[in-house]
């Protein structure tokens, strides 16, 4: 099984296989911070609905997590993003940022009681 849509009561679900048996050459993010300032969050409306404002991105731009977007800007078809796929980015430079956050707690700490 390579994914599923579970529907139950009200809700639907789109699931990704994540197996860890269905996976090798793992490693750690670790420029989690890095590629997330590459990310270009915008608001704006589409053309179609200008009376709402919503966030999101160009697809073009999503450089940091290409197995994100779908298309090729300027094709045929209008370019699309599959947000779940930021997901493990922003995990990533989250847990980077509360790192460092917890180390100038110590440090700030440390000069406090000195």
């Known amino acids: 099984v390579r994914g599923s ?15 860890y048996r269905l996976k090798e050459n793992v490693s750690a993010i670790s ?3 890095t590629r997330l300032k ?3 969050p915008y608001r704006f409306n589409f053309k179609c609905k200008p009376s709402k404002t919503v966030d999101g991105f160009f697809a073009h731009e999503v450089t940091a997590v290409p ?6 800007k300027d ?7 599959d947000y779940s796929k930021l ?3 922003l995990t990533a ?3 980077e940022a509360i790192t ?3 180390t100038l707690k110590v440090k700030v700490a440390a000069l406090e009681a000195g």
């Open 5 to 19: 849509i579970s529907v139950g009561g009200s809700a639907t679900a789109f699931n990704t296989s994540s197996d």
């Open 31 to 33: 420029d989690g911070i």
């Open 38 to 40: 590459l990310l270009k």
């Open 67 to 72: 197995e994100a977007v779908s298309g090729k």
């Open 75 to 81: 094709g045929t078809e209008m370019q699309s993003i």
């Open 87 to 89: 997901v493990p980015l």
């Open 93 to 95: 430079a989250l847990q």
């Open 100 to 102: 460092e956050i917890d």
